[in-house]
């Protein structure tokens, strides 16, 4: 596992040295699934002296847009972006989580219309606000047919629960079918359990990257995340650079990847 500091310029030299990146990448080593735990926001916002995280959020919204472009751009067929948890909406301050919401729709709302791509909610709706969970169904009808970019949004998201709930609907299916507790049992298999996530045909993650140097999962596609490689990069999630993102193809494309080996 990797970390990856962010405090160079943005001058010639910096563009330069982004082109250099650029051309290195060869497109067969770039991760076909990438997974992005954007944090760091609230902190952004308290350093620079802000009243309230909305600021951060907000700041970390759009550079979320920026992140999924610089994806598209090499090649990644599929994005998923951690937005709000489970325990999010359990703990975070009342006005806070507000504003969160508020955020998480907008952005929503942009990315079903940005490029081709394609938008999918991952989550439990129920859990949501109504407006937001519309707006997060309203992005995924409205790009179900574009053959672009998948972007996955985890909203109202947790991993444990995301397992449960496949658990949940494989014995539902197999109740239908007349079948016993003890054959289900027999037959259940990880690739059966993998078919009924939120996720669902959908490759599994290869490259998961969480931003603001904290190095835990925090419920975040623990299943799909089995096998995936990791990448820790200090800036907090406003600041996310170009570069700093490429460094971490570069970095990926060196991984010699095993496989639980």
Same mark, same amino acid.
């Given at each position: 596992?990797?970390? $990856?500091?962010?405090?160079?310029?943005?001058?010639?030299?910096?563009?330069?040295? /982004?082109?250099?990146? &650029?051309?290195?990448?060869?497109?067969? +080593?770039?991760? @076909?699934?990438?997974?992005?735990? /954007?944090?760091?926001?609230?902190?952004?916002?308290?350093?620079?002296?802000?009243?309230?995280? $909305?600021?951060?959020?907000? *700041?970390? $919204?759009?550079?979320?847009?920026? #992140?999924?472009?610089?994806?598209? +751009?090499?090649?990644?067929?599929?994005?998923?972006?951690?937005?709000?948890?489970?325990?999010?909406?359990?703990? &975070?301050?009342?006005?806070?989580?507000?504003?969160?919401?508020?955020?998480?729709?907008?952005?929503?709302?942009?990315?079903?219309?940005?490029?081709?791509?394609?938008?999918?909610?991952?989550?439990?709706?129920?859990?949501?606000?109504? +407006?937001?969970?519309?707006?997060?169904?309203?992005?995924?009808?409205?790009?179900?047919?574009?053959?672009?970019? @998948?972007?996955?949004?985890?909203?109202?998201?947790?991993?444990?629960?995301?397992?449960?709930?496949?658990? &949940?609907?494989? /014995?539902?299916?197999?109740?239908?079918?007349?079948?016993?507790?003890?054959?289900? $049992? *027999?037959?259940?298999?990880?690739?059966? /359990?993998?078919?009924?996530?939120?996720?669902?045909?959908?490759?599994?993650? +290869?490259?998961?990257?969480?931003?603001?140097?904290?190095?835990?999962?925090?419920?975040?596609?623990?299943?799909?995340?089995?096998?995936?490689? #990791?990448?820790?990069?200090?800036?907090?999630?406003?600041?996310?650079?170009?570069?700093?993102?490429?460094?971490?193809?570069?970095? #990926? *494309?060196?991984?010699?990847?095993? #496989?639980?080996?």
């Amino acid at each position: 596992m990797a970390r $990856a500091s962010s405090n160079e310029g943005r001058g010639p030299l910096y563009r330069l040295y /982004i082109n250099r990146l &650029r051309r290195r990448l060869d497109p067969g +080593d770039v991760p @076909h699934h990438v997974a992005m735990m /954007i944090d760091g926001n609230r902190r952004w916002a308290r350093q620079l002296g802000y009243t309230t995280a $909305a600021h951060g959020h907000r *700041a970390g $919204a759009a550079k979320m847009r920026e #992140f999924l472009g610089w994806c598209d +751009d090499v090649g990644v067929g599929v994005v998923s972006l951690y937005l709000l948890s489970t325990d999010n909406l359990r703990k &975070r301050d009342t006005q806070e989580l507000a504003d969160l919401i508020e955020i998480i729709a907008d952005l929503a709302d942009a990315l079903s219309h940005e490029r081709d791509w394609r938008v999918k909610h991952v989550g439990r709706a129920d859990l949501l606000p109504e +407006d937001l969970a519309r707006v997060l169904s309203d992005a995924q009808e409205r790009t179900r047919d574009h053959t672009g970019l @998948h972007v996955n949004l985890a909203v109202g998201y947790g991993g444990r629960g995301e397992i449960v709930d496949a658990v &949940r609907s494989i /014995i539902a299916q197999h109740d239908q079918g007349g079948g016993s507790l003890e054959e289900l $049992a *027999a037959s259940l298999t990880p690739e059966q /359990i993998g078919e009924h996530l939120y996720t669902g045909g959908q490759p599994d993650p +290869d490259l998961v990257i969480r931003t603001s140097g904290e190095q835990r999962l925090s419920d975040f596609l623990l299943w799909q995340s089995a096998h995936s490689e #990791f990448y820790f990069v200090e800036a907090l999630g406003p600041d996310l650079r170009e570069v700093d993102f490429l460094r971490a193809m570069r970095d #990926f *494309a060196t991984r010699d990847r095993r #496989f639980g080996s």
